[in-house]
């Protein structure tokens, strides 16, 4: 499933050649290793809350991959702790990686949304779903770093969005 092509990386251009620093060979190299499955995690804000969390992305075409999540979402620094545990499966519509750094996507899909210490108003569990937008950059064949933003829905009720709204992570990928 994976290709070792990256350890033959071809090498760096000084700053004083007349050689581009990114090689036509090594910019296909990284769009093809960008269409392997990968692995990464998370940091970032949902609602008021602050998450950290894993992902798995499964390529099914060039253009689209399945993306399984699993986000906790801390809550707030301050008042009960009463955190979420969020998984789902996602669609995600990957661009080309442009000039072998970065690439833009969007995705989205639903969520299963677990309180393990439900202190506040509302269930302990429940069904949700959101969408995001992101850049990545490729810092070599096998690895990127990405931020994203989007928005979600939330599991807890009665005004407390702690796991819903707006959401900005951050993070990395590791490409196989």
Known sequence: MGSTAWAAEPEAASLRDDKPAITEAYANLISEQSNLVSLGYSLGTIGDGFITGARLDYPISKLFSIRVISNFNHGPFFGDYDPIWTNGVQIMLKGPVIFGIFRLYGGGGPWFGWR??????????????????GIEFFSSPIRAFFIEVGGQGTVH????????????????????
């Open 116 to 133: 393990p210490n439900a202190t506040a108003v509302g269930k302990s569990t429940g069904i949700s779903g959101g969408g995001y937008s």
């Open 157 to 176: 009720k009665g005004g407390i969005w702690r796991d819903g709204g707006s959401q900005v992570k951050t993070g990395s990928m590791f490409y196989f």
